[in-house]
């Protein structure tokens, strides 16, 4: 088979390789990275007929336009970009794709690009993902750029031409179902009833590290803060800025960090946050583990579904 | 013992000693390594806790004793590096005005203790390292620097630590460490581990 790669003609505003990361390195200080949005990177490696975990391109606001070396099936879930989400989409030599939003600002944020065969990039302490914030993983360890030339697999399996994905939603209003994080009693009652009773809104400055929010400030007692030693931190824990102001960590996160936080955003209902856009409002709500765990099966009987489905055609 | 999301907790090391506190997470986390549970996604001690991630095939019940159990913990296995440095940090006449020593007399009680890595954090590579005497101490900058030159030297509080490439930082800078502190395509790709021992050298 001859050399397959897809050649970026646009960058797009943050395009990057992902797959689902590599956790496991955490003492060394090291994130561990992946998509933002696993769910939609495992959907559209579904629908190309690749592996769950292939490594496929996250795209951000505004997609990249990219041109084919050779056929390239490939697929977008997590959001209307492109000419035709949620379905294959066949590339023939030279032929190219525009990945722009469908839907101008009301549509999701970010999407994820699966193409048949997995990006072909060498893996780097077991993934293929590239960690934006230490520049390494990836092409070559940062956003893909203009004449980036992004080498492609042999394709693991035929694609599923026919099958169309579930759609992940996408909202300007999102609801977010929160666990109490590590120092919930550090804030006390007051400050934990005007978290989980006000909107909060997406600052443009978020990013892979975690995503800034702006609302009324959420008091916590700045002796006790300054006091708080750095520990691990969870995927979707909600750190109070000195400000207080809720950042909610995601993917490139520090592994330890010592700022107070008040919740952990059950990890299901994470890619509604990461999905919406700038300025869209945010609320938390107070769930339980029990919940979450519930929440999470319900989310792996979804995909393992669609898996099922794809197989059996 | 806290559960802290669906798959993650925080074991807590309560001693008045931060330094025994983060000794008690790295053995923990030492012993929860060496038991390799099922589902076990990562283990990462801190200055005073241990946060454990799991898949939903780890089962947390085999947390239950490490809290307790710390302190009879055989110490793992640590590397010990010999770390040369070279003076010329750009706050180093300002932290030894603070001080109220000459950079001489600082040097010469920075260089005497060996040095211990309690946790990484805050960026790949990134060492806290305990050992620094009490006389030395000083807070971090109040204005954060937006780019700290790769290899500094710097201490805030009790920690020393070496900014492994170009970063925003607010650390007080002493001088410039030689290493490749942080190198992805290397194993083990951090320079220095939870448990090392470093001895800075002139």
């Known amino acids: 088979m001859t050399e397959r790669a897809l050649l970026v003609r646009k960058a797009g505003l943050l395009t990057t390789v992902q797959d689902l990361g590599r956790p496991g390195w955490g003492a060394l200080g090291i994130p561990a990275a992946g998509a933002l949005d696993p769910e939609a990177l495992r959907i559209a490696n579904l629908l190309v007929g690749n592996p769950e975990g292939a490594a496929g391109l996250e795209i951000t606001l505004q997609g990249p336009t990219l041109e084919a070396r050779g056929e390239i099936d490939l697929a977008v879930s997590g959001g209307a970009f492109g000419p035709d989400p949620g379905r294959l989409v066949r590339l023939r030599d030279r032929g190219s794709i525009e990945l722009r939003p469908r839907a101008a600002g009301g549509g999701s944020a970010r999407a994820v690009v699966a193409v048949a065969g997995g990006i072909a990039v060498p893996p780097v302490l077991g993934s293929r993902s590239t960690c934006v914030s230490a520049g390494f993983g990836g092409l070559h360890g940062w956003p893909l750029r203009r004449g980036d030339a ?32 590590p120092q919930a009693e550090l804030f006390g009652d007051a400050a934990a009833a005007l978290f989980y009773s006000s909107a909060f809104r997406i600052r443009s400055e978020s990013n892979r590290i975690g995503f800034r929010l702006e609302g009324p400030p959420i008091p916590c007692d700045p002796a006790a803060a300054e006091e708080l030693p750095s520990e691990g931190t969870a995927l979707g824990a909600v750190q109070i800025t000195v400000d207080g102001q809720p950042i909610v960590l995601l993917a490139e996160r520090p592994t330890t960090g010592g700022y107070p936080k008040i919740a952990t955003v059950v990890a299901a209902d994470l890619g509604l946050l990461i999905r919406a856009q700038p300025g869209a409002r945010v609320r938390f709500v107070p769930a339980t583990p029990a ?23 | 013992m806290r559960a802290v999301g669906e798959f993650s907790w925080l074991l807590s090391f309560g001693d008045a000693e931060e330094q025994r506190a983060n000794e008690r997470a790295r053995a923990a986390a030492a012993l929860l390594r060496s038991l390799a549970p099922e589902g076990l996604v990562d283990a990462i001690p801190a200055a005073r806790t241990l946060f454990v991630e799991g898949s939903p095939a780890f089962d947390a019940g085999v947390l239950a004793g490490l809290e307790a159990g710390g302190e009879a913990l055989p110490p793992p296995p640590r590397r010990e590096h010999a770390i040369r440095l070279h003076a010329g940090g750009e706050d180093l006449p300002e932290v030894c005005a603070a001080l109220g020593l000459s950079e001489s007399a600082f040097w010469e009680a920075f260089l005497a203790p060996i040095f211990t890595v309690g946790f990484l954090g805050f960026a790949p590579g990134f060492a806290y390292l305990y050992g620094l005497p009490r006389s030395l101490r000083l807070p971090r900058r109040r204005t954060p620097r937006i780019k700290v030159p790769a290899r500094s030297l710097a201490m805030a509080g009790p920690y020393v630590g070496i900014y492994p490439a170009v970063m925003p930082g607010g650390w007080n800078l002493l001088g410039t460490a030689e290493g490749d502190f942080f190198d992805a395509g290397r194993l083990p790709p951090a320079l220095l581990a939870p448990g090392d021992t470093v001895r800075f050298v002139r």
């Open chain 1, 291 to 313: 919940e979450a765990r519930r929440l999470r099966a319900e989310r792996e009987e979804r995909i393992g579904r669609f898996a099922e489905e794809v197989r059996s055609r």
């Open chain 1, 150 to 181: 992004i080498p492609v697999g042999d394709p693991f399996a035929p694609p599923h031409a026919d099958a169309q994905a579930p759609e992940l939603p996408a909202s300007g209003e999102v609801t977010l179902r929160a666990l109490p994080g």
